[in-house]
C-alpha cells in the first residue's frame, strides 16, 4: 500500500526532530524515565487508556500490540492549525512496522492483513471525546484477501461494515440512524431479529449500501488506502478534544482545557470469529458483594461495544466457566496478575479470539460499600495491601450505606403472598429503596429537590440521566445488565437499583409501567430491593441493618481503632442507646440529656406540677421526690448499661415553658369549661397552668432561662438530679459496676456559674456517697456553648475537669443564627447560591465557630493541662468536622449511636492522612 504524500513530508527532512510523540505500549518504561517516574506524568503524556495499556503490557498481561500518540502531539496539531508537528507521522508509521512485525501481519496488506482500532484517551476519562473505530486498515481487496485467509466471509463483512459504519459516524460525522435505518430494514427484510442470524451475503450487500452511503453522505469514496484511513482517524481524534461537547465537559468537571487527548492504535482482536471468540467486560471480583469470583457480562461471537449497547443480551461471566473452562482459566489467571499488579479490583474489557483471551482495558472498578469493606478487609488478608491502605480505601459514606435501612423479610412475604411483587431484575446495586416512580430524570430531581422520595424509573438510563439518578433513593430499569449504565453509576453513589427487569412495560411517553393486569401511574408508590432484584406496588416496611451481623465492617473498624487518637463517644438519653452506641464500639456516653426523660408520658404531669409550685416550697420538694425516682431507674440503666466508660450527664437544659401544653390550646379548653360550668375544679387547674405558662413565656427562650441559668434559680431541682444520679451511681458500685459520671453544666457564660453549680453539686455528692459508705470518682464539667464562655475558658477551667463543645448552640450563637427559623428562609438558600460553602450546621464552620474552639482549648489547657475536651454537637459524626477536631487536639468525639461507626472510620482517617 502507498504511503499518503504527508504534508509535513518536507518539514520532516529539514527538522529531523529528535521529540518524540509517539511510544509503543511496549516502551513504557521510556516514558516512565522521561517523566522522572511519575505515574501522573505518564498518564498526562499518554492519556490514562494508554498508560494502562502500557502499564498492563509491562506487567505480562496479553494485550494486542500497539502504539499512543501522545497528548503533546495532539495539542502541537491544535497549536500549528491542524498540521501534525514535525516528525509525528513518520514515527507512527516506524510504529506501525513493529506492531507489523509483532504480529505478524501487515498493515494493508490482503495476503495477511493486519487491522488495528484506533482509541482516543486523554489523561482523566471523559465523554465528548471520539469514540473508538474498530476494523481499520480493511478495504475492498483486503477484505477479499482476509476471506481467503480466514475462510469466513460472514466475519470479515461483519468487520468491514463496521468500520465503514463508524469511520463514516465518527469520523466523518454522518449521522449513524442512516446506517442503523438500512440495518433494521434488512433484517425485516430476512425476517430476523438480531444481527447474528444475519449471513455472509447479507453482510456483504450491507457493506455495499455502506459503502454507498458514505459516498452520497460525504460526496467522497469511502478511503481505501489504510494509511489514509489512518490519518484520518488520528486526526478526528485530536480535533475531538475541542469538540463542543468536551469543552463543556472540561467546564463543568474542572479539567484544564491543554492537556489534550492521545490516541491509541492497537492490532486489532476479533470477538467476532464464530462461536469460538467473543467479548466482554468482566470485574475481578463482584462490585455488589465484594466476593472474590470474576463478575461480568459476555457475548460470543460479538465485537467491541455489542455487549454493553444491548443489541443482544449478554450472558454472565459465571456461564463462561461452563462453557469453556479453558479460557475461564486464563482469565482467572489474568485477574490474578492485575489484581497483584495494582493491589485493587480492577474493571477491564476483554476478547476472545478463537480460544485466546486478551485485555483491551483495566481501571479500578466501582463498587458498592459492600464490596469496597469486603474486598479491603480480604486484601489485606491475602497480603495485598496494608491495614492502614485498606481502612482508608472505605469511606465515611461506604459506612453510612452499610447501615442502611433493609426491607423487613416478613413484611416481604407477605406483600409476595398478596402479589404485590411485580417483577424482579438484575439486582445491581444493594439497598431498600420506597419512593414514587417518576419517568424521566428531571421530574426525578425537582421530586428530590422537594424531598420526595423517588423511584426513577426507566427502560435504560443513560449519562443525561444522572442528575435523576442522584436525586432517587431507588432506580429501576426493564433493559441492561450488571454492568449496565444504571447498574455501574447507582453502585458508585449507593443508590438501590434494580436494572434489567423485563416484564417490566415501561412507556415513558404516557408515563405508565404495565405488568401483567397492573398498571402503575407516575407517582404511584414503588418499593424496589437493589439485594436481591424484587420490585413491590407500594410500600414494604424497613427495619434497622444488625451491625453485629456486619462482620468484616467490624473488622475493617476495629482496624480503624487501631490508627486514630480521638475517641469516639454517643450521645445516649436512654439505655437502650447507650448498649446500641457501645455495640456499635462507643468508648463513653459523650451526652445524656435528663430533659428527655422528663417528657414521657406517666411523667409530665408531675414535671409540670413541680414547675407550677413555689420555687423551695415543701410542694416543690414532694415532686421533685417522685421525679427523683424516675431519673435515679434512667442513671441506673445507662451507668450500667456503659461499665466502665465515662458516662457525660447534663443536667437540665431547656426552658420550663418546653414542658408546659400550649397556651392557645390551654385558652379553648378552659373557654369549653366555662361554657359548660359543670367542672370548676378542672376549670380551676386549667386556669392555673394558662397563668403559669403565661409567667414562663419568653420572647427568646433560647437566650432565656435554661440551663445552668435555671440550674442556679431552682437549685432543688438540680439538687433532685445530682442526688438521682449519685445514688444511682452508688448502689451500681456496691452492685461491683464500675462507674464513672462526669456531671456536666450547660448554657454558661461566666464562671461563677461554673463555680456556684459546682459547689452544690459536691455537697450533694458528699451527702449521697456518705450516706452510702462508698467512693465514687467523679468530673464537673460545662459545655461551651456561648462565645464568652470560649473566650474566657481559662476562667472556665479554674472550675471544670472537663468542657464539651456543644457546636449546635456554638454555632447559632456564633453566627447569631437560629436554626429552626433560618434553615427554612434562608440558610439553605445561601449555601445553594455559594453564600456559604457548606450548612455550618452540618458541617462545623472551622474560620469562626472553630476559631473559638481553639481558642478555648488552649486557655483551658493553660490552666489545666489534663482538661478533657471534646464535642457533643451533631458535627461529632461529620467526617469533615471530625477532622477537625483531631487536628485541634480534642480527645473525642461524641455523635448519635448510628454514627459512631462512622466517627471511628473518620477519626482514623484524620490521624492516617495528617
Ligand atoms: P471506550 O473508552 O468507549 O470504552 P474503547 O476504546 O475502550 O472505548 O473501545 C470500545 C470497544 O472496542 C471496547 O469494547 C473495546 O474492548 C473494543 N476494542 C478497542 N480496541 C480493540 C481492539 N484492538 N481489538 C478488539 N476490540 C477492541
Ligand atoms: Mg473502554
Ligand atoms: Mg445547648
Redesign the pocket.
Known amino acids: 500500500m502507498a504511503t499518503l504524500a504527508m504534508p509535513t513530508k518536507k518539514r520532516e527532512v529539514v527538522a529531523k526532530s529528535t521529540r518524540r510523540w509517539v511510544y509503543r505500549f511496549d516502551e513504557i518504561d521510556e516514558v516512565q524515565n522521561k517523566v522522572a517516574e511519575s505515574w501522573d506524568k505518564t498518564r498526562a503524556l499518554l492519556g490514562g487508556?494508554g498508560a494502562g495499556l502500557g502499564d498492563m503490557t509491562r506487567a505480562g498481561v496479553p494485550v494486542?500490540p500497539?502504539f499512543t500518540v501522545t497528548t503533546e502531539a495532539c495539542n502541537a496539531y491544535l497549536a500549528e492549525g491542524e498540521q501534525f508537528p514535525d516528525g509525528m507521522w513518520t514515527q507512527a508509521v516506524a510504529a506501525l512496522k513493529a506492531v507489523e512485525d509483532q504480529s505478524g501481519k501487515y498493515f494493508g496488506d490482503p495476503k495477511n492483513p493486519l487491522l488495528?482500532?484506533v482509541?482516543s484517551?486523554a489523561k482523566f476519562?471523559m465523554p465528548g471525546m471520539m469514540?473508538?473505530v474498530?476494523n481499520l486498515g480493511l478495504n475492498s481487496e483486503v477484505a477479499e484477501g482476509l476471506t481467503k485467509l480466514s475462510g469466513d466471509e460472514r466475519f470479515v463483512y461483519d468487520a468491514y461494515r463496521r468500520l465503514v459504519q463508524m469511520f463514516g459516524s465518527v469520523v466523518m460525522n454522518i449521522a449513524d440512524e442512516a446506517f442503523e435505518d438500512y440495518l433494521t430494514e434488512i433484517k425485516s427484510q430476512r425476517a430476523v431479529k438480531s444481527d447474528v442470524e444475519l449471513n455472509a451475503a447479507d453482510w456483504k450487500q450491507v457493506t455495499q449500501e455502506f459503502l454507498a452511503i458514505f459516498r452520497r453522505e460525504t460526496g467522497s469514496e469511502f478511503p481505501q488506502d489504510p494509511y489514509e484511513q489512518l490519518k484520518l482517524a488520528v486526526e478526528a481524534v485530536f480535533k475531538s478534544w475541542n469538540g463542543k461537547r468536551a469543552i463543556d465537559y472540561r467546564n463543568a468537571a474542572s479539567i484544564a482545557h491543554d492537556l489534550g487527548t492521545a490516541v491509541n492504535v492497537?492490532?486489532?482482536?476479533?470477538?467476532n470469529m464464530g462461536e469460538g471468540s467473543g467479548?466482554g467486560v468482566a470485574f475481578t471480583r463482584n462490585p455488589a458483594t465484594g466476593e472474590k469470583k470474576l463478575f461480568g457480562d459476555y457475548l460470543m461471537n460479538a465485537?467491541?461495544?455489542d455487549?454493553v449497547a444491548g443489541i443482544r443480551t449478554p450472558l454472565p461471566i459465571a456461564n463462561l466457566e461452563r462453557e469453556n473452562p479453558a479460557v475461564y482459566a486464563q482469565f482467572v489467571d489474568i485477574a490474578d496478575k492485575l489484581e497483584r499488579h495494582y493491589r485493587e479490583m480492577q474493571d477491564v474489557?476483554f476478547?476472545i479470539e478463537r480460544g485466546k483471551l486478551?485485555m483491551?482495558?483495566t481501571r479500578s472498578g466501582k463498587r458498592t460499600a459492600r464490596s469496597a469493606v469486603r474486598i479491603a478487609v480480604e486484601m489485606v488478608t491475602e497480603g495485598l495491601i496494608t491495614r492502614q491502605e485498606a481502612v482508608l480505601r472505605v469511606t465515611p459514606q461506604h459506612v453510612t450505606q452499610l447501615l442502611h435501612p433493609q426491607f423487613d423479610d416478613e413484611e416481604k412475604v407477605k406483600a409476595k403472598k398478596a402479589g404485590r411483587m411485580i417483577a424482579t431484575g438484575v439486582n445491581a446495586s444493594p439497598g431498600a429503596a420506597v419512593g414514587v416512580a417518576a419517568f424521566d430524570a428531571d421530574l426525578a430531581e425537582k421530586w428530590g429537590k422537594a424531598k420526595r422520595s423517588v423511584i426513577m424509573v426507566r427502560p435504560e438510563t443513560r449519562p443525561d440521566d444522572v442528575h435523576g439518578m442522584l436525586a432517587s433513593a431507588g432506580i429501576l430499569t426493564s433493559r441492561g445488565g450488571a454492568t449496565s449504565h444504571a447498574a455501574v453509576v447507582a453502585r458508585q453513589f449507593g443508590v438501590p437499583c434494580v436494572c434489567g427487569a423485563e416484564a417490566l412495560n415501561i412507556d415513558v411517553r404516557n408515563r405508565v409501567l404495565t405488568v401483567a393486569d397492573t398498571v402503575i401511574h407516575e407517582g404511584d408508590t414503588l418499593s424496589v430491593d437493589g439485594s436481591t432484584g424484587e420490585v413491590f406496588v407500594g410500600e414494604i416496611k424497613r427495619v434497622e441493618p444488625e451491625f453485629s451481623r456486619e462482620t468484616q465492617l467490624r473488622t475493617l473498624l476495629a482496624w480503624a481503632d487501631e490508627f486514630r487518637r480521638l475517641d469516639v463517644y454517643a450521645n445516649a438519653d436512654y439505655p437502650a442507646d447507650a448498649r446500641r452506641a457501645r455495640e456499635y464500639g462507643a468508648q463513653g456516653v459523650g451526652l445524656c440529656r435528663t430533659e428527655h426523660m422528663f417528657f414521657q408520658e406517666e411523667r409530665l404531669p408531675i414535671v409540670q406540677a413541680m414547675i407550677l409550685s413555689e420555687p423551695n416550697s415543701a410542694e416543690e420538694a414532694l415532686n421533685l421526690e417522685k421525679l427523683q425516682h424516675f431519673q435515679h431507674d434512667d442513671f441506673y440503666g445507662i451507668f450500667k448499661a456503659m461499665d466502665g466508660q465515662p458516662v457525660i450527664i447534663r443536667l437540665l437544659d431547656p426552658p420550663l415553658h418546653e414542658f408546659m401544653p400550649d397556651h392557645e390550646q390551654l385558652a379553648m379548653h378552659a373557654a369549653g369549661l366555662r361554657l359548660m360550668g359543670d367542672r370548676p375544679n378542672e376549670l380551676a387547674r386549667v386556669e392555673d397552668l394558662m397563668h403559669a405558662v403565661e409567667g414562663l413565656r419568653e420572647f427568646n427562650p433560647m437566650l432565656g432561662l435554661r440551663g445552668v441559668r435555671l440550674g442556679i434559680m431552682r437549685p432543688a431541682l438540680s439538687a433532685m438530679q445530682v442526688r438521682a444520679l449519685f445514688e444511682a451511681a452508688c448502689q451500681l458500685k456496691l452492685e461491683g459496676v464500675d462507674v464513672r459520671p462526669e456531671i456536666m453544666i450547660a448554657v454558661t457564660s461566666h464562671a461563677n456559674e461554673v463555680k456556684i453549680m459546682r459547689e452544690l453539686i459536691e455537697r450533694v455528692a458528699a451527702e449521697v456517697m456518705a450516706k452510702f459508705g462508698v467512693q465514687i470518682v467523679y468530673k464537673v464539667g460545662t459545655m461551651i456553648e456561648l462565645p464568652r464562655a470560649a473566650i474566657i475558658a481559662n476562667q472556665m477551667a479554674e472550675y471544670s475537669e472537663f468542657f464539651s463543645f456543644g457546636t449546635n448552640d456554638l454555632t447559632q450563637t456564633t453566627f447569631g443564627i437560629s436554626r429552626d427559623d433560618a434553615e427554612g428562609k434562608f440558610l439553605l438558600n445561601y449555601v445553594e447560591n455559594g453564600v456559604l460553602e457548606d450548612n455550618p450546621f452540618q458541617v462545623l464552620d472551622e474560620d469562626g465557630v472553630g476559631y473559638l474552639i481553639r481558642l478555648a482549648v488552649e486557655r483551658g489547657r493553660a490552666v489545666r493541662p489534663d482538661l478533657e475536651v471534646g464535642i457533643c454537637g451533631e458535627h461529632g459524626g461529620e467526617p469533615r468536622s471530625i477532622d477537625f477536631c483531631h487536628r485541634v487536639g480534642l480527645d473525642y468525639v461524641s455523635c448519635s449511636p448510628f454514627r459512631v461507626p462512622i466517627a471511628r472510620l473518620a477519626a482514623a482517617h484524620a490521624a492516617l492522612q495528617a
Open positions: 487508556k494486542p500497539g488495528v482500532s482509541r484517551g476519562s469514540d473508538t474498530l492497537q492490532m486489532m482482536v476479533f470477538g467479548t465485537q467491541g461495544e455487549v474489557e476478547t486478551w483491551l482495558q
